[in-house]
């Protein structure tokens, strides 16, 4: 956990040089201009870019997914932070003017299934919209997390 607190200090002071992301109002190709990038420092500086709540609620998936998968991977993507394990991705959270989305990508396969079909996320993803810190279910999230992770999404095959 001493690690994690170090490199999310090394995220937030990068964040801290440069300008706040300008969030969109809904799904149009980027979430932010994060620049992708593999790895930890990337996605917290990410998360420290955000304004509040967005921070807030993006911290706590980030704390969530860390707890709930031992063997996390992280990355920028397409302006979110992306969550997988192995070779594969698994969900993606990306802060929009409002609210978070929380996006299983292959959100059909998991029960129950999130109740959210995101725009152009691709036809089987699925999730949640959260405009507080205090909107995410942990208990339910980590259950998603757990049997995405089960069958995480790797070059278009199933795994």
Not at 13 to 30: D, F, Q, R, S, Y
Not at 67 to 72: A, C, E, G, V, Y
Not at 80 to 103: D, E, N, P
Request: charged residues 25%; aromatic residues 6%; contains cysteine.
């Amino acid at each position: 956990m001493k690690r994690i607190a170090e490199h999310r200090a090394k995220g937030r002071k990068i964040a801290e040089g440069k300008a706040a992301t300008k969030l969109p109002v809904a799904m149009t190709g980027k979430a932010s201009p994060a620049k992708a990038a593999e790895g930890n420092e990337p996605v917290f500086a990410y998360i420290a870019s955000l304004p509040q709540p967005q921070r807030g609620i993006a911290e706590r998936i980030d704390a969530l997914a860390a707890k709930t998968l031992p063997d996390l991977r992280r990355s920028v993507k397409w302006g979110m932070a992306y969550y997988g394990v192995g070779g594969g991705w698994c969900f993606s959270s990306g802060a929009f003017v409002g609210h978070v989305k929380l996006m299983f990508i292959r959100g059909t396969e998991i029960k129950p299934e999130p109740p959210v079909e995101p725009v152009g996320m691709g036809k089987s993803t699925r999730g949640v919209e959260l405009a507080s810190p205090d909107d995410l279910d942990e208990r339910q999230a980590a259950s998603w997390m757990k049997q995405s992770a089960a069958m995480p999404f790797v070059g278009g095959k199933r795994r």
